[in-house]
Nanobody
C-alpha cells in the first residue's frame, strides 16, 4: 500500500548539518501535509516541522532559523535540512504524512520508522 521511509541520519558534531529525507512509496494517489517529529530517549515525541501540499511551512520554536523543510512532489519526498545542530537535537526523527492511496477516496495518516540523528563531539 503506502510506506514512508526516512534516511539521512547519522552522527554529526555540534554546529554541523544533516539533511533528512522521507520518501513515500506504494500506491500513492495524493499526499497532503507532511510533517517531521522527533523523539529523544525517555522523552515524549515532539512535533518539529510541517509543510502543506501548497508549501506552507511551520516549525517548532526551538528549530526556527536552523531547520528548513521542503518537498519535491514529483518524488513524493519531504526533506529536513538541519543546520547549526545542537546536542539537544539528538533524537530519532520520524516523518508523517496524510496520504490518499491511489484508487481510494479515503485519506490516511502514515508514519515512517525513523532515522537516528546523534549530535555529539
Amino acid at each position: 500500500q503506502v510506506q514512508l521511509v526516512e534516511s539521512g541520519g547519522g552522527l554529526v558534531q555540534p554546529g554541523g548539518s544533516l539533511r533528512l529525507s522521507c520518501a513515500a512509496s506504494g500506491r500513492i494517489g495524493s499526499i497532503y501535509a507532511m510533517r517531521w517529529y522527533r523523539q529523544a530517549p525517555g522523552k515524549q515525541r515532539e512535533w518539529v516541522a510541517a509543510i502543506s501540499s501548497g508549501g506552507n511551512i511551520m516549525y517548532v520554536d526551538s528549530v526556527k532559523g536552523r531547520f528548513t523543510t521542503s518537498r519535491d512532489n514529483a518524488k513524493n519526498t519531504v526533506y529536513l535540512q538541519m543546520n547549526s545542530l545542537k546536542s539537544e537535537d539528538t533524537a530519532v526523527y520520524y516523518c508523517n504524512a496524510d496520504v490518499r492511496p491511489a484508487g481510494s477516496s479515503v485519506m490516511n495518516d502514515y508514519w515512517g520508522q525513523g532515522t537516528q540523528v546523534t549530535v555529539s563531539s
